[in-house]
């Protein structure tokens, strides 16, 4: 990745000898246009380009960590702490639980730590100068040492496991309440967010994984908390064993709506690998009762689930190529064998239920039916590894679990594994990240951007993506140096509704993508459309809007593929083809104003070298011919939604 | 291997156990106390409780009884297992213990809160690890490649030209070259911010010049000229500045250190005997196979 940063400026132009761009656009930019200008009269001077109150940031992130306080990341030997997980995912470098030295090529901006609620579990936590701790001699004496600090408080905690060991215990410490000297798996947690976070800099959110997993079937969410400690302590994580739990969602929004009155506080909630729910992500009817929907579950399903992690380490999620068999680019890291657990195979008229864009779809025939769209979804990645360590670079990849850490055999070693059924570990899919347009680095700001979905996913890299839509953008918009700034001066950002429709107007969007200065060029920017016909069928459609180096066919497609400079034996590729930036103003040109509609972006780069590639050059090790070596990185944005 | 099919083999093998387990208990339940199992008033208020941490109300009549049903299973299967053994040589059992151990040790460390004293001897100690990095405010001039061609580099050397040379400064400078989906102006950037949004060659180049204009350089995206407004140095913060940062990573290293001293203070109890003969047979082994 760094070789293509290594060339210098003269190398850059000679590798561009070839025609540039000829489909493009934008070729050669127009003189400078007032239309900004004129907005921003105050700004007249030498940087007049500063200072709005729009979103102009990207916050990359992970919203799905677990750490060894997970048990089944622990299980696995994860030995790395929610407190491991801050200082990595900020930058630091550490020592992974297998003992590999690890750092992020780039610090993200914030991170979810969410561990799974059930088995959070209790730790012992003797004493914190309790009086009635301190009215033995014994208790008072290790207070004393623990005062003093240093050597000697470290004493007091081998003298107590000693006397634990030994039966020595004082009987009046040992009868103390048990609940009182244990604390919750859960403060650690929060305790731990509450010193990494560090507004304005670094973004450490309080949060937990409700793992509904009745019969293997994959409901899982994250839950978030836009609140500090003294909110999120308040109450205990929702587990899912009955009766104090739940593995209905029901009753985790029901536990959201309880907290939100109780504290005052803020949560939302995200679910993750629909791909393995067999069919019950995104269902047309309750899979928990057998019956059709109400309109009270449609409303707190939009209310509290405003985002869908699209894309993970278990599989890509954002559509399947049974269900979009002309979409050349749906099979992407598809994971489909069955359940989570692989109890359950996988049956062909389970997809639609499972992925982001049939279930987008969906929505639109229930809102048709309840008055309310339940799948209303922006969209995000993030990893779910259960390492510590919040890695979804190809070239820095460091798996699902412990167990799964780079070495020269973990290719060949299941990742997990179910009777004769297996994951095999070079399946793991290096993805992926989150990506929020928000004002600042904080808590709230960035909670509250993930509220209104104004918010990407990615396979990996950061690229950077603006997708707008309103009834009146031209295509000197795509010219404008501004982009954002006429992006919502003119329409609305990715998760929004289009505003009411003008007479005979049909929508346009402006789109653009900006490559990461670290990964690949830009291939392509696609829209993909959901809508429904008369008759309430679903129907899909690609658009590809934007295209490195060719032209758009009448069929709305790129002319041919964008090619590949993939040197799968040395692990490296060439940004000669592709283009660093793409932005285009398009107009749906088959608008119907009569029928429901979904919009979103897909952001694909040249062909990169997968993870695999890294780990065979490296390791100097040859795959079978089945692993995939090649992959082509991308960004699926929020919707943006019509209703008639 | 297939013989491990044959649901003969598995009917054997369950029955085998389950024969097991009920040795091994009923010899441990012929001592009355121990088949006892009480549910007490705090046992049940605690377990009202911890329904209470989650939902905020107290259970109703039926669902602490569901409770302390599902309490009363876990502790018979509990105590069975125990009884057979099944605690030994579980490598989750074991792992979850040892993180117990440690977050006990590592509790006991920090309970006090770290004096300034302290505070300032760490600080001292790792004075260069705090050091803020430089910072530098610039603005840039953006020419596309791919859009520009070969002629880009040259276009930037005439733009360039000409910002020198103007007097009063350039307004509106960036408009000499391309759009740009990022910003144009940046205040106050570390060498890393400048590597996260530019690349890493660089935020190299734009902390080894003075303040004023630079250029052709190449990014990630293209070429600019780049003119560097502002340069501030890096250098060693007060201790105040850092404090906070100071107590985290202060206590950090105590639980560190307690995790490490509680683990020197146990192992010298222990005999501990390594079979080497046996260790340098077993990698051989390995050695040999993988060849």
């Known amino acids: 990745m760094r070789r293509s940063l290594g060339i210098s400026v003269a190398a850059v132009v000679m590798l561009v000898l070839a025609p540039p761009a000829r489909a493009q656009q934008t070729v050669g930019l127009p003189p400078p246009d007032s239309t900004v200008a004129d907005a921003f009269p105050a700004q007249l001077h030498y940087s007049p380009y500063a200072g709005r109150n729009f979103p102009t940031n990207v916050y990359w992130g992970d919203t799905h960590l677990h750490t060894g306080m997970s048990m089944d990341a622990g299980s696995f030997g994860a030995r790395l702490s929610p407190e491991d997980a801050y200082r990595f995912a900020r930058g630091e470098e550490l020592t992974s639980s297998t003992g590999l030295q690890v750092k992020l090529s780039r610090p993200l901006d914030f991170l979810v730590v969410a561990d799974h609620s059930d088995n959070m579990g209790f730790f012992p936590r003797l004493f914190a100068g309790d009086p009635q701790f301190l009215a033995d001699s014994t208790g008072k004496r290790w207070y004393g040492m623990i005062q003093e600090g240093g050597q000697t408080a470290v004493q007091v905690a081998v003298e107590v496991i000693q006397a634990f060991s030994q039966g020595t215990f004082p009987e009046a410490l040992a009868s103390l309440p048990g609940s009182a000297a244990y604390r919750s798996a859960w403060e650690t947690a929060i305790d731990a967010a509450e010193e990494y976070n560090d507004p304005g800099e670094f973004t450490a959110f309080i949060g937990y994984e409700w793992t509904s997993n009745t019969a293997g079937m994959n409901l899982h969410r994250v839950v978030i908390f836009r609140d500090g400690g003294a909110k999120a302590g308040v109450m205990e994580p929702l587990t899912t064993l009955r009766p104090a739990g739940s593995d209905n969602p029901r009753d985790l929004w029901n536990w959201m709506q309880t907290y939100e009155d109780r504290t005052g506080g803020q949560v939302l909630a995200l679910a993750h690998n629909g791909n393995l729910s067999n069919g019950i992500m995104f269902p047309l009817v309750d899979s928990f009762t057998g019956r059709r929907f109400d309109r009270a579950y449609a409303e707190t399903r939009a209310k509290w689930e405003p985002l869908y992690e699209v894309t993970q380490i278990k599989g890509d999620g954002e559509a399947h190529p049974f269900l979009s068999p002309t979409d050349e680019f749906a099979d ?125 996913a990615t396979t990996g890299p950061r690229m950077l993506v603006r997708f707008f839509a309103g009834w009146e953008f031209t295509a000197e918009d795509a010219m404008n140096r501004l982009p954002g700034a006429i992006g919502y001066m003119k329409g609305v950002p990715m998760g929004a509704d289009l505003p009411a429709r003008p007479d005979g107007a049909a929508p346009t969007f402006l789109v653009g993508a900006l490559k990461d200065p670290y990964s690949g060029n830009i291939d392509r920017i696609q829209i993909v459309k959901g809508w429904l016909d008369d ?41 000669t083809i592709g283009a660093p930036e793409l932005l285009t103003v398009w107009t749906d040109p088959d608008f119907d104003p009569s029928v429901p509609a979904v919009y979103y972006a897909r952001v694909l780069e040249i062909p990169t070298p997968r993870w695999t590639a890294y780990e065979a050059y490296r390791y100097g090790i040859t795959m079978p011919d089945e692993v995939p070596m090649i992959t082509q990185e991308r960004a699926y944005t929020s919707p943006i939604w019509y209703t008639p | 291997m297939k013989l491990l099919r044959e649901p003969l083999v598995h009917f054997l093998v369950l029955g085998a156990a389950l024969f097991l387990v009920y040795a091994v208990a009923s010899d441990v339940f012929s001592s009355d106390e121990s088949r006892r199992i009480e549910i007490t008033e705090a046992e049940i208020e605690f377990l009202a409780a911890g329904f209470g941490r989650q939902w905020q109300r107290p259970p109703t009549e039926d669902e602490l009884r569901s409770l302390v049903e599902a309490r009363v299973r876990e502790e018979v299967l509990y105590r069975a297992a125990l009884a057979v053994g099944l605690d030994q040589n579980d490598v989750v059992v074991r792992r979850r213990m040892v993180q117990k151990m440690e977050l006990l040790s590592q509790d006991l460390a920090t309970l006090a809160d770290p004096t300034d004293t302290e505070l300032q001897a760490f600080f001292q100690e790792r004075r260069e690890e705090y050091r803020f990095p430089p ?35 350039p307004q509106r400078a960036p408009e000499r070259g391309d759009r740009f989906m990022l910003q144009y102006d940046y205040a106050l950037r570390s060498p890393l911010e400048v590597q996260q949004a530019f690349g890493a060659q660089f935020a190299e180049t734009l902390f080894e010049v003075e303040p004023g204009w630079h250029g052709p350089v190449a990014s990630g995206y293209g070429i600019h000229l780049v003119y560097i407004s502002e340069r501030v140095d890096d250098r ?42 046996a260790l340098q047979r077993a990698a051989l082994r390995v050695g040999s196979g993988a060849g």
Not at chain 1, 358 to 364: A, D, K, R, V
Not at chain 2, 135 to 164: K, M, Q, T, W
Request: charged residues 30%; glycine residues 8%; hydrophobic residues 35%.
């Open chain 1, 332 to 456: 992407y890291e598809t994971w489909d064998q069955g359940n989570l657990d692989l109890s359950e195979l996988k049956e062909n008229d389970m997809l639609q239920y499972e992925y982001a864009r049939s279930g987008l779809q969906i929505g639109l025939q229930l809102e048709r039916q309840l008055g309310v769209n339940p799948y209303k979804f922006g969209m995000v990645g993030s990893t779910d590894s259960h390492t510590g360590l919040a890695t979804s670079e190809e070239e820095n990849f460091f798996g699902k679990h412990s167990g799964a850490e780079p070495s020269p055999e973990r290719y060949e070693h299941p990742m997990a594994k179910v009777g004769d059924m297996v994951y095999e570990s070079w399946s793991m899919a290096s993805s992926g990240y989150a990506a929020v347009w928000a004002t600042e680095n904080t808590r709230e700001a960035i909670f509250d951007a993930m509220m209104r979905k104004e918010t990407y």
């Open chain 1, 535 to 575: 008759d309430g069928e679903r129907h899909e459609r690609i658009y590809d809007v934007a295209c490195a180096d060719r032209a758009i066919t009448n069929e709305g497609r790129c002319d041919g593929p964008v090619g590949n400079t993939v040197d799968v034996a040395r692990a490296t590729w060439r940004n």
């Open chain 2, 135 to 169: 910072r530098i405010s610039f603005s840039h001039v953006y020419f596309n490649i791919d859009r520009r061609g070969p002629a880009a580099e040259e276009d930037a050397r005439r733009a360039l030209a000409e910002l020198r040379a103007a007097t009063p400064p």
């Open chain 2, 236 to 277: 060693i913060p007060e201790y105040a500045e850092i404090r906070d940062r100071l107590v985290i990573d202060y206590n950090r290293m105590r639980r560190e250190r307690a995790n490490e001293l509680l683990y020197q203070g146990l192992v010298g109890g222990y005999e501990i005997e390594i079979d080497e003969e």
